[in-house]
């Protein structure tokens, strides 16, 4: 029978079908992090029971670290706790654990598949919503709940309903200054933050196709701003390729099998989908946020739709618009703003910090703007001093920060202050997401960057021209 | 660890008909520092709940003395965002044990699911029946009945829910899916032997 790739991964994990109930999903893979595991570890202690599988789960600590004087003891000591709980709790497990100052340590989605933890067909999970970014490589990955990490510390297993099947196709090829983060962004916005609800996608068409591995990433990351569980896109060369010879993929006759396997992985031509959805790559611009939600985007040229145009109910619409301080009609180009952070799961790899230095060279922050750059981990961090970035980017007055989700989602001093506006790379722009108060626009790193050298809203392909 | 049994609750309900509530709202990040899952019903809607100098917001719902109860009923898209079971844990730990919406985020209802809140799931129309009916009257007891997925109210009104079997009897039992889980073990070993990654 015709099988689409997700059918293909989900159908050879699942150990058992419960009679009107969820499926016994096996889990390969398993991230965790110090925010939504110390309770699991409680939870399988008070059982008394073990680790099943220890070296098929992953630490890092990353969404409550700080990014300046990472050598430096943690000054909260409640984030402290939780770093100290992973590590300990890791140790007695006999769970491979990359903390704070480990050379491996980083942003979970970003050092999984840098070192080859993430593989295609592997189902992976982590106690995160963003997991789905390692659906890039064709796996099927996708957050989970505290709870569900604890079924996975003790049985490598979870019990997931099948979700409904979605296939994205972008056809075309991009506009110039159209980065992925835009796609993304595009697909959100017309599908809304809970359109996908319900269904797992895949991504496909020649924009996927043509598209970097870290580009995928992004998109993938996305996922879930749209309601869905997760995305994927079938492996080829290009994956193959990035993940070959790394510390975690196989290597020999290993490789040879798992490839015979990862060939296979791909959609079968008449398999079906419970909904199909084809965009044009020539329709989508530069993208931006002006709302509380990653579905309350437009083309950085539009202006605010008016309350009457929106899906939402008025109230909500104009809940979120007052809480923006945004007024409908408003023109985005121009807006000032306060802070520009690039980094995050989502654009917080070398390439993102590539397009970033590409528009900033030569140039000057903004006096109005506090940059606050952000590497998704060490290895990032790495390449931009190795690539020379970091030298650009201090000749134009940016400073580089140490790795971690950071005001992403500001657990850690990485606040944007009540009432500030921020252009950020990351991928929620909700009430004080970036700190009580605080206002975002999700954007791509050529728009930060656009933002973060004149001070307010700039369409980056002014800039890109000269 | 099994958590309530939930039979029938029979419970006057709280409103918020705001769409798209997501768990930063629910519970924000900041808030997510614990180590053991306890006291995070006082932080449930922070900000929207609290001034910057702690006291009390008077305009919003949970702080407005007519409406209690043990149900909240949210707006559409209800709990998307994250995955922070921290969300489900605060909203458990408030005092509610439902929580209705016309449409919830996937990964939020699981998590209620799986520590004993019961997601109920109507349509916008019996939704806006549900709000009017506590504007109307904020002690209006609601029904919510889980051996027969039906949501009753006072006029006799009623919908019924979706709910599969298996986590049907794990809410009427108070089972949890570890529990379930841990009961195969031998089965995942031998199919994990097999398995390719």
């Known amino acids: 029978m015709s099988k689409t790739l997700f059918d293909k991964v989900w159908d050879s994990h699942v150990v058992k079908h419960v009679e009107d109930g969820p499926d016994v999903l096996l889990i390969d893979r398993h991230m965790v992090h110090e925010v939504t595991s110390p309770v699991a570890f409680l939870g399988i202690k008070n059982r008394g029971i073990g680790v099943m ?72 999970v982590c106690g995160d919503s963003h997991t789905s970014t ?101 492996p080829d060369e290009k994956t193959f390729e990035y993940i070959k010879g790394r510390e975690h993929t196989p290597k020999g006759e290993a490789w040879d099998n798992a490839m015979a396997y990862w060939e296979t992985l791909y959609t079968d031509e008449d398999a079906k989908f419970d909904k199909e959805l084809t965009f044009q790559a020539s329709d989508i611009e530069p ?38 301080n945004f007024n409908e009609g408003d023109d985005m180009i121009g807006k000032p703003i306060d802070f520009v952070f690039i980094g995050s799961c989502t654009n917080g790899r070398i390439e993102d910090f590539r397009a970033f230095t590409n528009i900033v060279k030569g140039r000057k922050k903004a006096d109005n703007v506090t940059a606050w750059l952000v590497p998704g981990s060490h290895k990032v961090e790495a390449a931009i001093k190795e690539e020379g970035l970091l030298d650009i980017l201090t000749e134009s007055g940016f400073e580089l920060r140490e790795p971690g989700c950071s005001a992403c989602l500001a657990m850690n001093d990485d606040k944007v202050p009540a009432g500030k506006l921020a252009v950020s790379t990351s991928n929620r722009n909700f009430e004080g997401r970036q700190g009580p108060g605080s206002r975002t626009l999700l954007a791509s790193p050529l728009v930060a960057a656009a933002a973060a050298v004149t001070g307010k809203v700039t369409d980056p392909r002014e800039l890109m021209k000269s | 660890m099994a958590y309530d049994k939930f039979e029938i609750l029979k419970s006057t309900a709280v409103p918020l008909p705001i769409e798209n509530v997501d768990t930063d709202q629910i519970i924000p990040a900041r808030f997510l520092k614990a180590t053991e899952r306890k006291g995070f019903g006082d932080n449930l809607f922070r900000d929207w709940r609290y001034n910057n100098d702690d006291s009390p917001k008077e305009d919003f719902v949970l702080n ?22 921290h969300a489900a844990w605060a909203v458990y730990d408030y005092g509610f044990r439902c929580v209705i919406s016309s449409f919830f985020a996937d990964i939020f209802k699981g998590n209620c699911l799986n520590i004993g809140v019961l997601p109920v799931q109507v349509s916008e129309e019996f939704a806006t029946k549900i709000f009017a009916a506590i504007e109307a009257d904020p002690s209006t007891e609601i029904e919510v009945n889980l051996p027969k997925q039906k949501v009753v109210l006072p006029s006799g009104e009623s919908e019924s829910f979706d709910i599969n079997g298996y986590k049907k009897g794990n809410m009427l039992n108070g089972f949890d899916d570890i529990d379930y889980l841990t009961s195969m073990k031998e089965e995942i070993k031998a199919f994990e032997a097999n398995s390719p990654l």
């Open chain 1, 134 to 234: 390692h659906g890039a490589f064709g796996a099927i990955a996708f957050g989970i709940g505290t709870s569900e990490v604890e079924m996975v510390l003790a049985t490598q297993c979870i019990m997931q309903p099948k979700p409904k099947k979605m296939r994205i196709n972008v056809e075309g090829e991009l506009n110039f200054g159209v980065t992925p983060k835009d796609v993304a962004l595009y697909i959100i916005s017309k599908l809304t933050t809970s359109g996908a609800t319900g269904y797992f996608a895949e991504y496909a068409g020649q924009v996927f196709r043509d598209m970097s591995m870290e580009g995928r990433m992004t998109v993938c990351n996305l996922s879930i701003e749209m309601g869905a569980r997760g995305g994927m896109i079938a």
């Open chain 1, 287 to 324: 993208m931006i946020t002006y709302g509380t939600n990653p579905g309350m985007g437009l083309g950085i040229t539009k202006n605010i739709p008016f309350a009457a145009d929106s899906s939402d109910g008025e109230a909500t619409y104009k809940k979120s618009l007052g809480y923006m």
């Open chain 2, 64 to 85: 407005n003395p007519k409406y209690s109860g043990k149900i909240l009923v949210g707006g559409k898209n209800f709990g998307s965002g994250s995955s922070r079971e």
């Open chain 1, 53 to 124: 599988y220890p070296n098929k789960t992953f630490a890092t600590a990353d969404h409550n670290t700080p990014t300046i004087n990472q050598h430096l003891p943690v000054q909260d000591p409640l984030s402290a706790n939780q770093l100290e709980a992973l590590e300990r709790n890791a140790n007695e497990h006999g769970i491979s654990h990359w903390g704070l100052g480990h050379e491996k340590n980083g942003i979970v989605h970003v050092v999984g598949p840098e070192y080859g933890i993430t593989q295609p067909g592997a189902t992976i």
